[in-house]
Every structure is written in structure tokens, then in C-alpha cells.
Nanobody, 125 residues
């Protein structure tokens, strides 16, 4: 069974940091693009960052560039999202997802086939 499980969310003050993890089971990230998305209350889900397993290339939403970093540990089959300098507007449920097109970076949610259950990130001002 294909499964993605996020962890690492929590409550943090503005300016603080969190590291989210996305562990995969039932498949490996080798042939996928992995994305992080978030959804704030009353807003649509938006792409935050993605990483191509084919060449390690990455992409970020403008709103998080310079603050967030996506990375992968292939041995652990886990993708991370390091979030620094957090702002209250980063508050959302964060999801990881996998797209079976490792050569194609995209922050469009409809390209992704597998999704985790989400982890809450709350940034207080």
C-alpha cells in the first residue's frame, strides 16, 4: 500500500523554525517528484516546494524562497522541509505529495497522485 506520512508540525513563534518530514512506504521516491503543499483556513491549497528525484532539482513558491529548503534522504525514503524565519502567514496544514514524473517539477497539485494526511503548522505573532 502506498502511503505518505507527514510529521514535525507544531506551534512556533514568528521567526522560529520547524522541520517537516514526509516518510514514504509502499514505494520509493526514486521515480517521483515530491512536493510540499499547504492549505490555510478558507484558502485553496497551494504549492510550497518540490524536488525532482531524477536530478535533485528544486522549486519554491515565491512566498517561501530563501526561507524554506526541501531535501531528501534516499536511505530513509524521507523528504524534509526545513522552514526558517516563519511568519504567521505560514500557518496552514502542510501536505506532502508524490508525482510519478521525476523529470518534471511542478507546484500544481493536480499533477500529484499520492498524498499524506497533513500536519498542522501554527505560527504565532
Amino acid at each position: 500500500e502506498v502511503q505518505l506520512v507527514e510529521s514535525g508540525g507544531g506551534l512556533v513563534q514568528a521567526g522560529g523554525s520547524l522541520r517537516l518530514s514526509c516518510a514514504a512506504s509502499g514505494f520509493t521516491f526514486d521515480d517521483y517528484t515530491i512536493g510540499w503543499f499547504r492549505q490555510a483556513p478558507g484558502k485553496e491549497r497551494e504549492g510550497v516546494s518540490c524536488l525532482s528525484s531524477s536530478d535533485g532539482s528544486t522549486d519554491y513558491a515565491d512566498s517561501v524562497k530563501g526561507r524554506f529548503t526541501i531535501s531528501i534522504d534516499n536511505a530513509k525514503n524521507t523528504v524534509y522541509l526545513q522552514m526558517n524565519s516563519l511568519k504567521p502567514e505560514d500557518t496552514a496544514v502542510y501536505y506532502c505529495a508524490a508525482d510519478p514524473a521525476p523529470w518534471y517539477l511542478t507546484l500544481t497539485q493536480y499533477e500529484y497522485d499520492y498524498w499524506g494526511q497533513g500536519t498542522q503548522v501554527t505560527v504565532s505573532s
